[in-house]
């Protein structure tokens, strides 16, 4: 079935935003922040290189980053339609909580309300890789328009935020893509969450790091790119498990692609050309993974793709959208 | 999101079918028909434990088995609102083809015109693993009625049905849920499909007869039950992919409930036992597998479940839905 057309323009004269709204994407040690117009075109942009703080400087500190957005678009709170938050966590969307944001210290916090009190406009909080999936799909930047796409994010943990069918798909207990924690490996060796053989523990920034002993993923792929053998070695490794990865998500949710992005995905070709070595030879291997991954299945985001801020732009349109729908499902800017 | 009640509502008011229909089951070596009325109870059954044939002579032996249904129930082909019918293989619901069924030897088969030219009847295809998962939500057989959970059928090979937020998820190329050929173990045995170390290389029944070197799945659980030595070996090592594959499922879908069927998982506590022991071993070792996999996460239907007949009965309730949502959508009945 597909309802996708139909639904989006049921959506956009439901919940469709004419004016500008901001997105504001919340990392481990900065804030980013974009103000773009109902036809997509970027307002203006901020970037703090600090954290964002502990719960009670939080709103202050996303405040501060959008004030500095808003000045240098010549604009005001109040010329904004809505503000969407992307989230490194656990996010309860309807109660516009941050349940659990293990890197910024944060444990069942109001964030949304936080905000609407201090910015006087409607708040939509989303976790962050969900928020890129949503943004992704939203402006339609990859080839074909695919209703169905995971969006694969590599970097401090691992996880896939999904669309199918044209909306974001939370699961039963909103926990829906932790490929981190699938297992790759049965038996293998112990993740940080107790668990064995999760992807997580093989192929994260820090878990390659770990195997490398190096400082971080970074110098491990820069090695590989000098010609060191156990950096190449390693990086083929990871390239292999995370082929397993997109082949797990295609195989399930039968997604027509995968975008890949996060940090550790920055590391040019040897990130990029052992993953595709090995997707190729799963597509040569039988009829079924020829057709599910076709040689176009994956993109790797560029790094100034900025998904998680374009990921909050897609998040904040569906601030015009009832309660219930906020956040999931997908408003297509004009 | 939750809007599951609400679409359910509508459809009720656009599709549900007030009066009697059959759901019939196709499998390698039988078809079974179930004539259910519109308050779920079974008004008559029939089963033929022959092949359906090739598709020159499929048309008639269904509707032979269907007139044998209704020849007990005292009723006729035009007392009968729809039927659904479920086929090992890969459906096209909207065209009402079958596409591929090896085990039937069908290829590109218009299945669906074919029966509604013999019968006088609607008739609506699916594919059976997918007619089950329906089937199961819209009964309502699992506990806490879930709106997300997926059926896993382990037989001659293994499949998933998954239906999420109360609809069937097909996928972008109508392959989601294929379990089966998920990699299980990077590098293992080579599977029939040509790709290595899939699920059904270690966990199907001829996979576990040929691992044995046994005639049939059967056998080695008959034998395990008794104290074999290899046989509780091998068993348990099936117990474990398939757990891998449970978790799997969960850590992708974040669906509430897996339910186990499919002729392997009818050998008892040989199958169940090292099946549930691997899963409280996963439920343990981690926060996120004990809140992802509680203890109830798994039903193993019994063998007199009919998930399949009553999937097709499911499905055939779709009938009076819009042609590009019949088979997908669940109609509930009265």
């Not at 957005?69 to 339609?81: E, I, N, T, Y």
């Not at 944060?106 to 890129?132: K, T």
């Not at 820069?222 to 292999?240: C, F, K, N, S, Y």
């Not at 991954?293 to 009832?322: F, H, K, N, Q, S």
């Amino acid at each position: 079935m597909r309802t996708t057309r139909a639904a989006r323009s049921q959506d956009d004269l439901n919940g469709n935003l004419p004016g500008p709204v901001a997105g504001i994407d919340i990392g481990g040690t900065k804030i980013a922040t974009l103000i773009v117009d109902a036809a997509g075109a970027v307002l203006g942009r901020a970037t703090h290189a600090s954290s964002v703080g502990d719960q009670g400087g939080a709103v202050a500190s996303i405040a501060a980053c959008l004030d500095e957005a808003l000045g240098g678009a010549a604009l005001r709170r109040s010329d904004l339609k809505a503000v969407g938050v992307g989230v490194p966590g656990r996010v309860d969307p309807k109660r516009g909580h941050v349940t659990l944001a293990v890197n910024l210290g944060w444990h069942d916090f109001a964030l949304r309300d936080g905000l609407e009190a201090m910015l006087g406009l409607p708040v939509v909080i989303e976790n962050d890789v969900r928020a890129a999936a949503v943004g992704l799909y939203d402006r339609h930047v990859v080839d074909g328009q695919p209703s169905d796409l995971a969006y694969l994010a590599v970097g401090t943990g691992i996880a896939a935020g999904v669309v199918l069918d044209g909306k974001l798909h939370r699961g039963a207990r909103g926990l829906a893509g932790e490929i981190g924690h699938a297992i790759v490996e049965l038996g293998g060796p112990r993740c940080q969450c107790g668990q064995q053989g999760c992807l997580e523990a093989f192929a994260s920034g820090p878990s390659i790091a770990r195997r490398a002993n190096a400082p971080t993923a970074k110098e491990v792929y820069q090695a590989a790119a000098a010609g060191d053998t156990a950096a190449i070695e390693l990086t083929d490794d990871v390239g292999r498990r995370l082929a397993w990865a997109i082949h797990t998500l295609v195989m399930t949710y039968d997604v027509q692609r995968v975008v890949v992005g996060g940090g550790v995905s920055h590391a040019g070709s040897p990130f990029e050309a052992p993953l595709r070595r090995e997707l190729e030879r799963l597509r040569d291997a039988s009829d079924l993974a020829g057709e599910l991954l076709p040689a176009d299945i994956v993109d790797v985001l560029p790094p100034e793709a900025e998904a998680g801020a374009w990921g909050a732009v897609a998040v904040a349109r569906t601030a015009g959208l009832a309660p219930g729908a906020r956040g999931s499902e997908v408003v297509s800017h004009a």
